[in-house]
Structure formats: C-alpha cells, structure tokens
Nanobody, 115 residues
Framework: QVQLVESGGGLVQPGGSLRLSCAAS????????VGWYRQAPGKQRELVAQ???????NYADSVKGRFTLSRGNARNTVYLQMNSLKPEDTSIYYC?????????WGQGTQVTVSS
C-alpha cells in the first residue's frame, strides 16, 4: 500500500506560478508510472504529466512548455512546476502512482487561477 500526499496548491493570478509536491510513503519510481492528473468541475479527470518506466516523461498538449514534472532527490517525491498559469488550469490536481495494474491516488490539491 502506497499513500500519496499532495501540497502546494492555492490561488494564483493568470501568468503566475505554483509548484505542487507529492510525497509518498514508499518508492514511487519502481512501478509503471508516476505523475499528475487534474479534474475540473463537470469534466473528466485528465493526465497532466507523468514519468513512465524507462524514464520518459509525457505531457498533455495543453501544458507543454509551461509545466515541468521532476523527481526529488529521494525516490518518494515528485514535483510539478507550473508556470504561465491560465484560468483553464483551474482544477483539483491529483498525484498518481501505478504499479502492477493498480493505481494509487492522493487526496488532491486545489489550484485556482483567477484575477
């Protein structure tokens, strides 16, 4: 069992930046994938960015060039640096870890981009 805890969300103006953190109770880089999803009200949960086994990083087209997914020095932390934020980035952001066909999720952190 792996527990994921997100932090770093908040209210930011358009064009601003936030850095989300995900701290896990164990190694989250030994499985199939680790990364971030988001879900806005009335919409389906969507992939934002993830690192898959082998080290490749995938980004949603809507965040390419603005968001950066990175690993912490320890094998239980992952970050999402979000720059040039737009109102349409407003969502609950979830950390996700997949291993052996099972998906682990954090409780989510709210990101609101508004002036």
């Amino acid at each position: 069992q792996v527990q994921l805890v997100e932090s770093g969300g908040g209210l930011v103006q358009p064009g601003g930046s936030l850095r989300l953190s995900c701290a896990a109770s164990g190694d989250i880089f030994s499985g199939n994938a680790v990364g971030w999803y988001r879900q806005a009200p009335g919409k389906q949960r969507e992939l934002v960015a993830q690192i898959i086994s082998g080290g490749r990083t995938n980004y949603a087209d809507s965040v390419k060039g603005r968001f950066t997914l990175s690993r912490g020095n320890a094998r239980n932390t992952v970050y999402l640096q979000m720059n040039s934020l737009k109102p349409e980035d407003t969502s609950i952001y979830y950390c996700s870890y997949s291993r052996s066909g099972y998906d682990y999720w954090g409780q989510g952190t709210q990101v609101t981009v508004s002036s």
